[in-house]
């Protein structure tokens, strides 16, 4: 089973493979193969003693030593892009090259959400350079969690 796997990889199938997943998925919820809207989101993970220094940075904020995982996911929580940097990269800098691989690789991409660590010249950067629309979506201390949104 390895060897189809590492073939798989070498050939760039897996992609295609997780792409086709989705799409069959978004069907069977009744939606179309293809999403018009997303989210982007980050989470800093801590780094084991394997992790090459290079790779691997400090994210002030969460006081977590390792690295970052950044992703976009449709309405539905499929992944659409993931990118890992360093703890200590900034989810705006690593949101424009994220931003940008989802809405090359999803045309019909429009609408992203997100939290407050994506404000500032990032949406405005969107709507000019990629033709989306991010939303920053602000902290309530009225909720407690996340709030469902009405479906669309």
């Known amino acids: 089973m390895h060897r189809f796997f590492t073939r798989w990889r070498k050939q760039g ?35 084991t003693s394997t992790v090459e220094a290079a790779t691997s940075g400090y994210d002030g904020g969460k006081k977590i030593k390792g690295r970052k995982r950044h992703i976009v996911v ?6 659409l892009a ?10 705006r ?12 690789r999803h045309h019909r991409l429009r609408r992203v959400w997100a939290d407050s660590g994506y404000t500032g010249m990032l ?4 709507a000019v350079a990629l033709n989306l ?17 009405p479906k669309r």
């Open 74 to 79: 449709d309405t539905l929580g499929l992944i």
């Open 82 to 91: 993931v990118m890992v940097t360093p703890a200590s990269a900034g989810d």
């Open 133 to 149: 629309i991010l939303t920053v979506i602000r902290r309530s201390d009225d909720h407690n969690g996340f709030v469902v949104l």
């Open 123 to 126: 949406v405005g950067w969107c």
């Open 13 to 47: 199938l897996i992609g295609e493979f997780h792409d086709r997943v989705r799409a069959a998925t978004r069907e069977a919820q009744g939606r179309d193969a293809e999403p018009t809207a997303g989210m982007i989101d980050s989470q800093s993970a801590k780094g």
């Open 93 to 104: 800098d690593a949101a424009q090259d994220l931003l940008a691989r989802a809405a090359s």
